[in-house]
């Protein structure tokens, strides 16, 4: 069983940065894939990026890359998320979530989720 809690979203201006944190409990966190994904109002959940469980494995959706950065520490058993150059289309609810297999761009492939944190990028 593994446990998230997502921190750090709030409201920023566009062209502002945002880290997002994940902490998760349990002592197997680095045995998990983890990912973080996002959803806007009236849109369904979507994929943001992914980190194998090693770290030596990142993927992100295209509208991210070169602005996000998803690194974990195995060690403190957190994931994050470094959000550079927002835009407004970036505002959503982003959750981070853990599977024990190999991490995929799909919501079905997680087990567990964080509660959510919110992020308002202002125009």
């Known amino acids: 069983q593994v446990q998230l809690v997502e921190s750090g979203g709030g409201l920023v201006q566009a062209g502002g940065s945002l880290r997002l944190s994940c902490a998760a409990s349990g002592r197997t966190f680095g045995s998990y894939s983890m990912a973080w994904f996002r959803q806007a109002p009236g849109k369904e959940r979507e994929f943001v990026a992914l980190i194998s469980w090693r770290g030596s494995t990142t993927d992100y959706t295209d509208s991210v890359k070169g602005r996000f950065t998803i690194s974990r520490d195995n060690a403190k058993n957190t994931v994050y998320l470094q959000m550079n150059s927002l835009k407004p289309e970036d505002t959503a609810v982003y959750y981070c979530?853990?599977?024990?297999?190999?991490?995929?761009?799909?919501?079905?492939?997680?087990?567990?989720w964080g509660q959510g944190t919110q992020v308002t990028v202002s125009s």
């Open positions: 979530a853990a599977s024990p297999r190999p991490g995929t761009w799909s919501t079905r492939g997680y087990d567990y």
